[in-house]
């Protein structure tokens, strides 16, 4: 849990722009999402050790670094030379963005960051320096995505949410767009990026077209712009009671301590019948239900059915706690909010608030402990009907409740 060094002086972003560059960048990607956080991202090549998509050969590939050394990159594709692939094309509602042209548009994607400078703003400036190639080039909306555990940092540069969530093989993905000459939006956030866009022409003839077709992200800005005391009082509206006697995780806390975790989580909005986690998919996040209700389910989004949770409950505790993959699927039955709790937070928590850190631990393991006292009691139960009653042997699997 060591604070990530300081970048080197002579490190800078640089552009791949010849075949061994770019190859030492397919094999970095390959090094940080499949050797070492065990993905499986498209274009995955086991056999050269690379990662490398049809993508790559039409886009601009940049990486921060030196001679020596990769610490990140981020492809950036502009949408007048690249084709956004149809799946992405969909999930990006583009046709949504038909008023405006394909030199008008980009998408940031691929980005990956070794884990010794996970921690530091590597990622950041990588995305600061794309950001500055599009305003360059007049372009007015970047579009990307990422996970629930990474939404936080994307707002904070400046993009917004919009629509709805999708899933791909690395789980549940939240569509993303950049308003790059939107510079006012860029100071409500506190964007490091607005010292950059001031050196270019703004313009509120984007942002206002925006705010009529997607109206929803109004209210997204709001909440991810308030202080710590408005989202406090947004939580306590959301759950009908004060947080700490609605969400378990905050038992013991001040109310001080209570309000920076809670501020420094996400909240995001998925549709019915949306999947919120996969089994067998790796994660570091946990999940607190504002409003709405979760169907945990066994073998897929197709199977049985083995709990379901509401308002105030947490689901995804084990994965946040160990990295393990995902024991179940879990979808939602209803439209929910939910709170979105990264491990990384718990990181940070154990330097500047220590106790409330301990404190958040000792709790969860209280919520373990409890579920699998309940697991256990319902798999003695059911042994004990099983063995009371001929099942004809045919070998059906009788599960307790999963904790994923």
């Given at each position: ?306 709990a379901n949770f509401g308002r105030g409950d947490i689901f995804g505790e084990v994965a946040y706690v160990s990295e393990v993959e995902r024991s179940a699927t879990v979808v939602a039955l209803t439209g929910i909010e939910i709170l979105v709790v990264t491990q990384s937070m718990l990181k940070k928590m154990t330097k500047t608030m220590p106790e409330a850190a301990c404190q958040v631990l000792f709790n969860l393991s ?39």
């Amino acid at each position: 849990m060591c604070a990530a060094p300081s970048l080197p002086k002579n490190m800078s972003v640089r552009v791949a722009q010849n075949d061994a560059s770019r190859l030492r960048v397919f094999r970095f990607r390959h090094s940080v999402l499949v050797d070492e956080l065990h993905g499986n991202p498209p274009g995955r090549d086991d056999t050269n050790k690379v990662v490398r998509e049809a993508l790559d050969d039409t886009s601009t590939i940049l990486y921060l670094g030196s001679e020596h050394e990769i610490m990140g990159t981020v492809r950036l594709s502009y949408a007048l030379v690249t084709p956004v692939p149809p799946n992405l094309y969909e999930a990006y509602q583009l046709k949504s963005f038909d008023d405006y042209a394909d030199s008008d548009l980009s998408m940031t994607s691929a980005w990956a960051v070794a884990e010794r400078w996970r921690n530091s703003p590597a990622l950041a400036i990588l995305l600061g320096a794309a950001f500055k190639m599009c305003l360059e080039r007049n372009i007015l909306f970047d579009f990307s995505n990422c996970a629930p555990a990474q939404l936080n940092l994307f707002q904070r540069l400046g993009y917004r949410r919009y629509g709805p969530n999708f899933s791909d093989d690395s789980g549940l993905r939240v569509p993303l767009v950049m308003l790059l000459n939107d510079i006012r939006h860029l100071k409500l956030v506190k964007s490091p990026l607005f010292r950059i866009a001031s050196n270019f022409e703004s313009s509120s003839d984007t942002a206002v077209w925006f705010s009529r077709r997607f109206p929803e992200s109004n209210r997204a800005t709001a909440i991810a712009s308030m202080s710590e005391d408005e989202f406090w009082v947004y939580m306590t509206q959301q759950l009908h009671e004060d947080p700490s006697a609605s969400i378990p995780l905050l038992k013991g806390m001040s109310d001080n301590d209570a309000k920076r975790f809670i501020a420094a989580s996400t909240v995001i909005s998925c549709e019915a019948e949306e999947t919120v986690i996969n089994q067998g998919e790796l994660g570091n996040e946990m999940f607190v239900i504002l409003s709405g209700e979760v169907e945990v389910r066994a073998g897929g989004v197709d199977g049985r059915p083995i709990a379901n949770f509401g308002r105030g409950d947490i689901f995804g505790e084990v994965a946040y706690v160990s990295e393990v993959e995902r024991s179940a699927t879990v979808v939602a039955l209803t439209g929910i909010e939910i709170l979105v709790v990264t491990q990384s937070m718990l990181k940070k928590m154990t330097k500047t608030m220590p106790e409330a850190a301990c404190q958040v631990l000792f709790n969860l393991s209280v919520i373990l402990c409890d579920r699998l006292s309940h697991s256990t009691e319902t798999l003695t139960i059911e042994n004990d009907v099983t063995d009371s009653v001929d099942v004809g042997g045919n070998g059906e699997d009788r599960a307790p409740h999963a904790v994923t």
